[in-house]
């Protein structure tokens, strides 16, 4: 996922500098680079987070590891 995240970076900087303005290339790099990576990169490292929050909580069981109850 990062690598494809990099990649994108990579095509609109190179975009960004072929922008006949500095402003111009500032937006672009901005709404064309930096936004949609950092919310493609939000949603899809969800998952991740909810686990790593499951695993730090010791109350929560983890998943697979339901005991029986003590009789």
Same mark, same amino acid.
């Given at each position: 996922? &990062?690598?494809?995240?990099?990649?994108?970076? &990579?095509? /609109?900087?190179?975009? !960004?500098? /072929?922008? #006949? #303005?500095?402003? !111009?290339?500032?937006?672009?790099?901005?709404? &064309?680079?930096?936004? %949609? /990576?950092?919310?493609?990169?939000?949603?899809?490292?969800?998952?991740?987070?909810?686990?790593?929050?499951?695993?730090? @909580?010791? +109350? +929560? %069981? +983890? #998943?697979? @590891?339901?005991?029986? %109850?003590?009789?």
């Amino acid at each position: 996922m &990062y690598i494809v995240a990099i990649g994108w970076l &990579y095509v /609109t900087v190179l975009m !960004a500098l /072929t922008e #006949s #303005s500095v402003v !111009a290339g500032l937006l672009t790099l901005l709404f &064309y680079g930096l936004l %949609p /990576t950092a919310l493609l990169l939000w949603l899809f490292g969800g998952p991740v987070r909810r686990r790593r929050a499951r695993m730090a @909580d010791p +109350s +929560s %069981p +983890s #998943s697979g @590891d339901d005991q029986a %109850p003590d009789r």
